[in-house]
Structures are given as C-alpha cells and as structure tokens.
C-alpha cells in the first residue's frame, strides 16, 4: 500500500480502491489466523475510528463490488458462526 507522494495530497480514486482492497485482504489473512491459532476474533478497528455512516458507505460499496447480498451474507454468518 503506498500513499500519494505529498503527504496532504488527495489520494486518487484508484489508489483508494486499491488500498482498500489490499486492506480486506490483509485483514481477512489475519482474521482467520486469529480463528483458528488464537480462537478468538479479529476486532475490525477500535469502535471510535469510524462512524457507523463510512462503515454502511464501505460495506455496501465492498458488497456491490463482489455482487453479494445481504442475504447471502447472512446465510454465510449463520452457517459459518461468524
């Protein structure tokens, strides 16, 4: 993951989808490894760093980009206890 060079400059669109991604794919790494080595799960991020307005903005952003649905999601969270 890099930022842009200047560190006040705006990041563009792509380098945010990209971090993004890269994030989601760290983070589900890790949180599996906490699953199964540790037994325990994997806190997103500490509860005051985003608002519940960016996470329902990223989440349904994330869900449209894979073409998944609430449903399924749900259906996933009950069959696999997470």
């Known amino acids: 993951m890099s930022l842009p060079a200047e560190r006040d ?3 563009s669109d ?4 990209n971090m993004l991604a890269e ?3 760290l983070f589900a790494g890790r949180a599996e490894e906490h ?3 540790r037994d325990g799960a994997l806190p997103a991020f ?13 989440v349904t952003a994330m869900m449209k ?5 609430v449903f399924e999601l749900g259906m996933w ?4 206890g997470k």
Do not use: G, K, Y
């Open 14 to 17: 792509a380098e945010i989808q």
């Open 46 to 58: 500490a509860p005051d760093a985003a608002t519940a307005t960016d996470v329902m903005v990223t």
């Open 23 to 25: 994030a989601v794919r």
């Open 77 to 80: 969270q009950a069959w696999s």
């Open 35 to 37: 699953a199964q080595e």
């Open 65 to 69: 980009a894979v073409n998944l649905q």
């Open 9 to 11: 400059a705006r990041p």
